[in-house]
């Protein structure tokens, strides 16, 4: 299996998993339409959202920093 498919598939369960914590606080703010978004963004699956991101990036730049190591 080459590094671009591993990367793939990491991104894919990432964003999958950022998918459903953005899915749970869009589902949390319909139900609740007068929280303030600070108190949204401290909900658990805020976290996970940024989790997410955060990892993706550091992913993404790990990968594209390997891939281009060679180029620069």
């Keep these: 299996m080459s590094d671009t498919t591993l990367v793939t598939l990491l991104f894919g369960l990432i964003m999958g998993v950022a998918g459903n914590a953005l899915y749970e606080m869009i589902k ?7 929280t303030p978004i600070n108190d949204a963004l401290a909900l658990p699956q805020a976290r996970v959202l940024k ?10 730049c790990t990968h594209w920093y390997n891939c281009n190591a060679f180029v620069l």
């Design 28 to 34: 949390y703010l319909v139900q609740h339409p007068r």
């Design 51 to 60: 989790g997410c991101i955060i990892i993706s990036l550091i992913v993404g």
